[in-house]
């Protein structure tokens, strides 16, 4: 074989990999599960309804209630509805499955390995097909992780404004994820400080965008809602209960395997060491790994679900 040939079809390889993982996820995502609903699902469907009919997130009652976990879904299925008319469970469902096949592609398109992990993950299938936030918030992580990088490496207005959205999005998708995103910049900007980086003024100001977007957050719900936080999250805080967060760690892994908390231990534990050694790192590896960190914390001290 020519030379040529050799790296053309090392080119290819890499280029059918990708959809290859894709298609693996559906067909597993779609024969495992296909639709893995529940009524949580429909709490969300609700608040996008009045919101597309109404012009507000109401509860059953016509009271003004963010009783969604996902504000960021709330808004995409509510506009969705508005522009479409497809049923609200349809389209719940087709943005949980499409959020989670572009999560795997970006994966796979960066590390092959990592995109392989997910789309065999059950968890992640399972949560994919079930019409809820996981998938969208784990693909409005991968984006500010991208957008992360690309703003600390080449700062402008652009790149600034794209990555506030990107932040915006993410946090308002789950109750803790401003907690978390804020935690995640906090820690690139720690690592950028210790090792005299030239982006450490630019890791602050992305630690700064992150607090005005949870301030923001919770200014927006105390005008429209009278409270900082959504309903399910007020209803389940219960304070620091670390005992509690472990049984939960260990009763999931038990019953879900133990593949996907081994490999994210692993990955966090490998990008913990060359921080120490101060091995220079992409902005986006530190962004997902404070971020996966602060996950499995905030599900520690919060004492599980």
């Not at 040939?5 to 280029?15: E, Q």
């Amino acid at each position: 074989m020519s030379r040529s040939a050799a790296s053309t079809g090392r080119g290819i390889l890499p280029a059918l990999g990708v959809p290859a993982v894709c298609l693996g996820f559906l067909g597993l995502a779609l024969v495992l599960f296909g639709s893995a609903g529940n009524d949580d699902s429909h709490i969300t469907y609700w608040s996008a309804y009045t919101l597309a009919t109404k012009g507000q997130i109401l509860s059953y009652n016509g009271v003004p209630l963010e009783q969604s976990s996902s504000l960021t879904l709330v808004l995409v299925l509510g506009l969705l509805y508005a522009l479409t008319g497809i049923p609200l469970p349809t389209l719940g469902w087709a943005v949980s499955v499409g959020a989670g096949l572009a999560v795997v592609a970006l994966l796979a398109r960066r590390r092959p390995v990592a995109g392989l992990l997910a789309a065999c993950s059950l968890p992640f299938l399972y949560w994919s097909t079930s019409g809820m936030e996981a998938s969208l918030t784990a693909l409005l992580l991968l984006v500010v992780a991208g957008l992360g990088e690309r703003f600390l490496d080449a700062p402008s207005l652009r790149s600034r404004i794209l990555v506030a959205l990107a932040l915006a999005g993410a946090a308002a998708s789950r109750p803790e994820m401003p907690l978390l995103l804020v935690g995640a910049t906090g820690a690139l900007a720690v690592v950028e400080l210790v090792s005299r980086s030239p982006r450490r003024r630019v890791a602050l100001e992305l630690v700064g965008l992150a607090l005005g977007v949870a301030v923001l957050l919770v200014l927006i719900r105390l005008a429209f809602f009278g409270v900082p936080a959504p309903n399910p999250a007020l209803m389940k805080s219960g304070g620091f209960e670390v005992a509690g967060g472990m049984r939960y760690l260990l009763a999931s892994a038990k019953q879900l395997g133990w593949l996907m908390p081994a490999a994210a231990l692993v990955g966090i534990g490998l990008l913990a060491v060359e921080i120490v050694r101060r091995r220079p790192l992409a902005g986006s590896a530190i962004l997902a790994g404070a971020a996966g960190a602060a996950g499995i914390g905030f599900c520690l001290v919060s004492g599980g679900d």
